[in-house]
């Protein structure tokens, strides 16, 4: 039998961990949840901005009739690909509605304004609702014209009125519930694993490519450099994270590609310090002495032969950071300096409803708190197998 490589022999024993598996296989599928996006989300609107201030804060699995009235401005259908990563626009306005009956060019509904108010009718004229432009003109001629019959008018009000009852009247359920501004949470907490994501992969490969050539260049070369970056980096390492980030932020402003650098700015110094000793470690060993008697440059020596053998203790850290690149946006979002609303993240959720937690609605802060409990644990939980894993004593136990 051919003998494992060192990559096999890791994958072999991170599999005999079920628990971390478990982990890897949510972290997967919260991967897929965020690449597609708006097209598995009942509001595709942009940032799942639909709001219906009728319908705010209204329980897990509540349905609503909602009349769909175009807008009057033109919008645009988008392509797939735009759609799926910045949403379709919405052609319509959505109007809650308890029932509703035609009466020749008009629909009159009665509009829901709340569980403990009578419900409003109003009449909306249904060339308005299909087409966003009030106007009794179809094909060019007024409807009331002594050119149009009676007959030819009725066949026409019918055909709007049956397109109105099949595609414009529908049941939308919540089944999250909605927020304050009576949005879907179902749809922004889909939305918001797409920002937790892309904050930690953007922070971690700016941590770890700022750590590993910080902490590789100490390392290797000594002396004054070393004990120049070694200066620096315990001078970062003695400041609390989340402060050091929220200074960044301040520097570069608010938004989310800010907060990628600021996060990523902020975790770079455990990764420095990790590369730095396992370089010190391997300098003196026999294969670098003779890739350094064969005339091989110091790149070379770094890049080539002392990284890719200290590969598994930087994976190990990188799982780690990418959960607390989680926890860090989310602390940045709930003090109101992580990506801007309407953006959605699970931590400005928390902010928005916090306050409902002594209320009979802690749903709205708990879920969105859920979430980020279940991904920062499926992280550690990754970690804790990939560190197994690359125990070479473990290993060598149970193969």
Not at 30 to 46: E, F, R
């Amino acid at each position: 039998m051919a003998e494992l490589t060192p990559s096999e022999r890791a994958w072999k024993a991170f599999k005999r961990n079920k628990i971390a598996v478990a982990g890897l296989v949510f972290i997967i599928l919260t991967l897929l949840v965020a690449i597609l996006g708006y097209l598995i989300m009942p509001d595709q609107s942009p940032h799942a901005n639909n709001m219906t201030i009728q319908l705010s804060i209204k329980k897990p699995g509540s349905s609503f009739m909602m009349l769909q009235i175009r807008k009057s401005e033109p919008v645009d259908t988008v392509g797939f690909f735009t759609r799926m990563f910045f949403g379709q626009p919405t052609f319509y306005r959505d109007v809650p509605i308890t029932g509703y009956h035609f009466v020749q060019d008009s629909i009159i509904v009665n509009e829901y304004i709340g569980d403990e108010d009578r419900p409003e009718k109003k009449a909306y004229n249904i060339f308005e609702v299909v087409n966003g432009v009030k106007s009794r003109y179809h094909y060019g001629k007024d409807l009331l014209s002594p050119g149009i019959s009676a007959n030819k008018s009725k066949e026409i009000y019918k055909h709007f009125t049956d397109r109105i009852e099949k595609e414009q009247i529908t049941t939308r359920t919540f089944w999250l519930g909605t927020d304050i501004y009576g949005r879907d949470m179902l749809s922004r907490l889909l939305l918001g694993t797409r920002i937790s994501l892309a904050v930690g992969l953007m922070s971690v490969l700016i941590s770890m490519l700022l750590g590993v050539s910080i902490g590789a260049i100490a390392g290797y070369f000594g002396g004054w450099i070393d004990a120049s970056l070694s200066w620096l980096m315990n001078i970062l390492w003695s400041l609390p994270a989340l402060l050091l980030v929220i200074a960044i932020s301040f520097a570069l402003g608010k938004g989310l590609w800010q907060i990628f650098i600021a996060v990523g700015l902020s975790m770079w110094v455990e990764v420095a310090r990790l590369v730095r000793g396992q370089v010190m470690g391997l300098k003196q060993v026999e294969y670098i002495e003779a890739a350094r008697a064969l005339g091989f440059n110091n790149t070379r020596i770094i890049t080539k032969h002392i990284l890719p053998n200290i590969t598994g203790p930087i994976l190990v850290l990188a799982s780690s950071n990418f959960a607390s690149a989680i926890l860090l946006e989310a602390g940045l979002s709930f003090l109101g300096f992580g990506a801007q609303p309407p953006m959605p993240t699970w931590g400005g959720m928390i902010k928005e409803h916090y306050g409902y937690i002594v209320m009979n609605s802690a749903y709205l802060a708990i879920i969105p708190g859920l979430a980020i409990m279940l991904l920062v644990y499926a992280f550690n939980l990754v970690t804790v197998g990939l560190r197994d894993a690359f125990d070479i004593k473990s290993q060598s136990t149970r193969i």
